[in-house]
């Protein structure tokens, strides 16, 4: 059964820094992984999508990387900013569960400090 | 154009009561899922709804929960005696064509909050 783990549970930075989220999951056979942001009292925004073919995607300062093998997904953040604060998680889909089920993490909590 | 809509945003009922919860998709959208969200813990698949297919209850915790999709379009998730281990926030997706190729656009949520 497909886990998914995030690390840390929270994180506070000082604005300017750049910054990893990691992601780690048992099962390698997904089809992709996404990586979401998540402001209190709101639903998802999904951020990057990576499939299982590729190694990373990039949009504006997020840059996310995918490592089947070792089933590790990091989401980096360049020169934080204090609206980048929010939950982040992220999901894989497809392997041996299902072909369009998500599978979790609980998510990391960020906050960026002025 | 308008988002995933779901109602109410904040809902408190007392233990023992029915609830129901409303998502109206992105119009077109032909796939729709349920997840619920815990405090600290990821989301919990619930339903999944794609055209006129049978839904995919596999998600649902209990016989106390059930879902409906009238004409492929809104829907409604049913908590019937509701317990406190049901607060939670109930999230709804939904995506043009479902599949995990698809992307998901969700809604603010409906946090529900069982006394």
């Known amino acids: 059964k497909q886990e998914v783990t995030q690390i840390p549970a929270a994180l506070s930075v000082p604005e300017g820094e750049n910054l990893v989220l990691n992601c780690s999951f048992t099962?390698?056979?997904?089809?992709?992984l996404q990586w979401f942001r998540q402001d209190p009292g709101k639903g998802l925004t999904s951020l990057l999508l990576?499939?299982?073919s590729q190694r990373e995607q990039t949009s504006g300062r997020l840059n996310a990387s995918l490592d089947k093998s070792s089933g590790r997904s990091t989401l980096y953040i360049a020169a934080s900013q204090p609206g980048d604060s929010a939950t982040y998680l992220c999901?894989?889909?497809?392997?041996?569960?299902?072909?369009?089920?998500?599978?979790w993490g609980a998510g990391t909590k960020l906050i960026i400090k002025p | 154009g308008a988002g995933v809509s779901q109602s109410p945003s904040n809902k408190v009922t007392e233990k023992g009561k029915d609830v129901e919860l409303r998502c109206d998709p992105i119009?077109?959208?032909?796939?729709l899922y349920w997840y619920r969200q815990s405090l600290g813990q990821g989301l919990e698949f619930l339903i999944y709804?794609?055209?006129?297919?049978?839904?995919?209850k596999s998600g649902l915790p209990s016989d106390r929960f059930s879902a409906e999709r009238t004409g492929g379009s809104v829907s409604t998730l049913t908590i019937q005696r509701t317990q406190q281990e049901d607060s939670a926030v109930y999230l709804c997706?939904?995506?043009?064509?479902?599949?995990?190729?698809?992307?998901?656009?969700f809604g603010n949520g409906t946090r529900l909050t069982v006394t």
């Open positions: 997706a939904s995506s043009p064509k479902g599949g995990w190729r698809s992307p998901l656009h």
């Open positions: 119009s077109g959208h032909t796939a």
């Open positions: 709804f794609q055209g006129n297919s049978a839904p995919d």
């Open positions: 099962d390698s056979a997904i089809y992709n």
């Open positions: 990576i499939q299982s």
């Open positions: 999901a894989v889909s497809g392997g041996t569960d299902s072909n369009y089920q998500l599978i």
